[in-house]
Structure formats: structure tokens, C-alpha cells
């Protein structure tokens, strides 16, 4: 809850520092005093826009620190400061600090960290909730009035955003998984025709490098078929040179033992001989290899050109080929695993899909079923608030499905009719200033709300009523602060009289320099302010009497 506020140069306030606690606090003072400018300060600190008009004449800059301490940080709270990296320890107050210059341009700090205005902005709905005859937010907008009446039935909303976000989650893989095999389906005919041309040619790893050498071959094979021929008819028949030396190695060999000279000569014409032969069979060998067959050449190299071809079409190597034909396969092979994925997937979309709708479909039962007691429950406020012709109801109506999410099938709006026939409208389109921060006391009251703001400003919501219509609101807006805070700014001397904390604002002038003062009364002095409301400018002592009963009565 707000446990201080500190101002320096707002407006009319030089320097004022306050400190609140729990319960009802009520603040009173005549019209014009400035009691606006306590909500303008606090509004600073909360994140609304720093105009530059605030600063007090004659001072360069102003500043507003409000203190706010809890048994034990709200959820919302420690969210908001963990993702923004503020850090506070347990049962450490939370300081938001708010300046601005008078030339324009503010700064904001949260525990002394200086911090972002977007922060104090998200803060806000979980430190102070303010009510007043012009309020746009709060319990008027609707799109709050869904998550108020959860909190007043106690749903398991939680139960349904997890299921939201599971079939969500089932919904996007179905859909990714789709698009993936409509992606491959299209690619489908062009992979089996990819696929058919490259098994004709059944290419084979490291053919492109055999092939290539066989047509080098045959190449050589060709250039040297001439002289191959040549060197074959020397070493053919009985007059090639190998037969000469054979038959004088023949010759000498029966006259080797004659002389140790000849049988060296016919060791030296044997080793001739065999060197000559061992050269006829190289030749012999090398023609065989390098023997010149056009068809073959050709074959080689036309089935060479295909596969550089192919793979070129295909920007790969030769030696990739049979790789990129597996890929093929297996990409075929995935397309038809994706539809059987897609059932599985399908199934498990439809089976999440189901969970949330039986979840959200029970959730807007019980929507239905509470707001039927909670129209009971503002109904029954009413009439006490002189708002007896006056109709509530909280209406649940079905979305279509396009709407749906983590908060279920349900819109929730709160809605009045001031008229008997009249037909229901927004609170804010009917409801007068007076009667619109009735129908929100009365709500406030019927929903005794949890998790709300840790801290209820009500301004001016007993404006234009009086007597026991003014005794009814003080009445409720004490059960309101019972165990929380609350406080009001009134005009009632029966509201004021409710309160715990009694806080008068003044205006006094020296000269030319006008000032805004508040004060905490004691006994004494809240007799003499509510009587001073009883009776205005002159005060009795019959208004005394009054302002005791009142006391004295609550």
C-alpha cells in the first residue's frame, strides 16, 4: 500500500510530505483547494504524462516520490520489476521517483534505478486504481470486466490459457508441417523426373576419372598406332633383326668351346637375345594397350559428355552424382512420411483442440453462472445508493472461433440500464458522473475484490448526493478499505466521518504567492472540518453537535 508521498514545486505545493496506512483515508477541504493537484502528483509517479505546466512558478524543476510497502510483494509487482531488471529484496519498500524540468523533458526512478515512463505505466494497475466521475479505465473499460469477473468466481483460468497454448502450439506444427509437404509436393514431379534421367545414366563413383583415362588411352593409341605398326613389322618374321640374332646365337654356340673369347661372345648374344625378346613382348603389350578402337573411343567419350552434362545441370561434380540421386530418394521418401506425420500431427491438433474447448466451454459456464450472482449482488447495492430504478447486468456472450484465446470463447461486459424499459449500455455511455461512481462503489462492493490495485482512490464518488445516500457510501466505502486501503477525496461530512485517517487540504496566500497545504487532523480538528461541511463558511455550534453525532455514530 502507499505509505508516503513526498512533493516538491507541483503546482501549488512547495513542499509537502505525507504519510498514509491503512484503512480509510479521507481527504476534505473547500472547492479550489487542490485537492486535484494530490491526484496530478500521484499520477506522475504512475506513469502519466509530464506536462511541464505542473511545475510550481518561479521553480526550474519538481519532483514526486511516492512509497509503497507490502507483507509480501504482489506477483504482478515482481514480474514486472524481474523483467525489467529492477531488482528489490523481500520487505524492502518500492520508491518510484518522478522529475520534471521546467523547460520540459522528466526522468523516473524505481528504488533509485532510473527507469523507462513505459515501467511506472505497468506498474501502475497492481500500486493504486483510481475512481473518479471522468474515469475511462478501471472497472468502465470493459476489457477489464472479463479478468474481474474470473477473480470474483474464482476460475482456473490458468487451466485454460495452458490449453490455449498447447493447441497453439499443435496448430503451428500442423500448419508448418503442411506447408512443408505442399512445398515438397510441388518439387515432386520435378524430383522424379531428376531422378529417372539420373538412373538411366546410373553414373558411379570415381567413373568420370576412369573414363577419362580410357579415352586418353585410346587417344594415345591412335597418334602412335603408326609407328607401333612400324616397329611390329621389324621384330615380324625371319628377316627381323630378333631372328638374325637368334640364329647367330645358334651358330656360335657350336663353336663356343673353342676359345673362352667366343663363349663369352655367346653369353653376351644369349643376354641380346633375351633383352630383345622381353622388348618384343613390351611392344606386344603396348599395342594391346593402346590398341585404336574408334567405336570405343567414341562410347567413352559421348557417355564422359553426358555425365559433366548432368552434373552441371545439377551443379555438382561427376563423382556426386550418386549422392545427389540418394538425396532424391530420400526427399521422395520424406514426402511420403510427411503425410503420415501430417495425420499424426492432425490428430494430436484435434485432440489439443478438443482439451480447450471442454475446458473453456465449463469456463464459460461458470462465467455465466457467476454473473447471474453478481448482478444479484450489485442489484442488491443499488437502492441504498438512491440508483433503485437503476439495472445491472454483467453480460457473457460466445465469440466466434477467430476470436478465441489463452482467455476463452467469452466477451464480458458490464452493462446498465438507469431507466425502467431503458435498454442496457456501457456503464460509461448512460450513467451520469454522480450515478457512474455509484454503479462503481456498488460493483466494487458486490465483487470484494482480490488481486486487485493494492491501493483504491475514489474521487469525488459521493458528488451531488447527500444525507443517507452519503451515509451509504461512507458505510461501504469503509467496508471496502477494511483490511486494505482506501482513500476518498469527499465533500460529505458522513463520508469523511467513515474515515481512519482524516486529511484536510488548504490554500492559503502571502502576498502574491499562493500555496497548497495538507494536513493530518486529529479529534479535534476533524470535529471542526466536518462541521465546517455541515454548515460552510461560518461554523456552529450546532454544526459541532452534528459532526459529533457523526463521529460518535460510525
Known sequence: MLTRLAIRNIVLIEALDLEFSGGLGVLTGETGAGKSILLDALGLVLGNRADSALVRGGADKASVTATFEFARLPAALAE?????????????????????????????????????????????????????????????????????????????????????????????????????????????????????????????????????????SMQKGERLSGDLDELRHLWEGSDSPLAHLRVAARRLD????????????????????????????????????????????????????ELRAIARKHRCEVDDLPDRMRAMRTALDAIEGGEAELEALS??????????????????????????????????????????????????????????????????????????????????KIASGGELSRFILALKVALAEKG???????????????????????????????????????????????????YMIAKSSEGTVTRTSVGLLDAAGRQEEIARMLSGAEVTDEARAQADRLLEGV
Open 452 to 502: 486487485g490495485a493494492a491501493t483504491v482512490i475514489f474521487d469525488e464518488i459521493d458528488r451531488g448526493v447527500g444525507g443517507a445516500v452519503a451515509s451509504a457510501i461512507g458505510e461501504r466505502l469503509a467496508r471496502l478499505a477494511d483490511g486494505g486501503q482506501l482513500l476518498a477525496v469527499t465533500h460529505s461530512p458522513q463520508v469523511a466521518a467513515r474515515g481512519t485517517r482524516h
Open 347 to 428: 490428430a494430436a491438433e484435434l485432440a489439443a483442440g478438443n482439451i480447450y474447448r471442454a475446458r473453456a466451454e465449463a469456463l464459460h459456464a461458470s462465467r455465466v453462472t457467476a454473473a447471474m450472482r453478481l448482478d444479484e449482488a450489485v442489484a442488491a447495492e443499488l437502492a441504498p445508493l438512491k440508483l433503485d430504478a437503476a439495472r445491472f447486468r454483467t453480460a457473457v456472450a460466445e465469440l466466434p472461433e477467430d476470436k478465441w484465446g489463452a482467455h476463452g470463447i467469452d466477451s464480458v461486459e458490464f452493462l446498465i440500464a438507469t431507466n425502467p424499459g431503458a435498454d442496457f449500455a456501457p456503464l460509461n
Open 80 to 216: 514486472v520489476l524481474g523483467d525489467a531488471d529492477v531488482d528489490i529484496e523481500p520487505g524492502e519498500p518500492l520508491l518510484i521517483r518522478r522529475s520534471l524540468k521546467a523547460d520540459g523533458g522528466s526522468k523516473a526512478f524505481v528504488n533509485d534505478q532510473p527507469v523507462g515512463v513505459a515501467l511506472l505505466r505497468e506498474l501502475a494497475p497492481a500500486l493504486v486504481e483510481l475512481h473518479g466521475q471522468h474515469d475511462d479505465r478501471g472497472l468502465v473499460n470493459p476489457r477489464g470486466h472479463r479478468a474481474l469477473l474470473d477473480r470474483y468466481a474464482g476460475d482456473d483460468v490458468e487451466g485454460v490459457r495452458a490449453a490455449w497454448e498447447t493447441w497453439r502450439a499443435a496448430r503451428a506444427r500442423l500448419t508448418a508441417a503442411r506447408e512443408q509437404v505442399d512445398t515438397a509436393k510441388d518439387e515432386q514431379d520435378l524430383l522424379l523426373a531428376h531422378l529417372a534421367e539420373l538412373a538411366q545414366i546410373e553414373p558411379q563413383a570415381g567413373e568420370e576419372a576412369r573414363l577419362a583415362e580410357t579415352r586418353a
Open 254 to 305: 657350336r663353336i663356343a668351346n673353342e676359345h673362352p673369347l667366343l663363349a663369352e661372345a655367346l653369353a653376351a648374344l644369349d643376354r641380346a637375345v633375351i633383352e630383345a625378346g622381353e622388348a618384343e613382348a613390351k611392344l606386344e603389350a603396348a599395342a594391346d594397350a593402346l590398341v585404336h578402337d574408334p567405336a570405343a573411343l567414341e562410347a567413352a567419350e559421348t557417355r564422359l559428355f
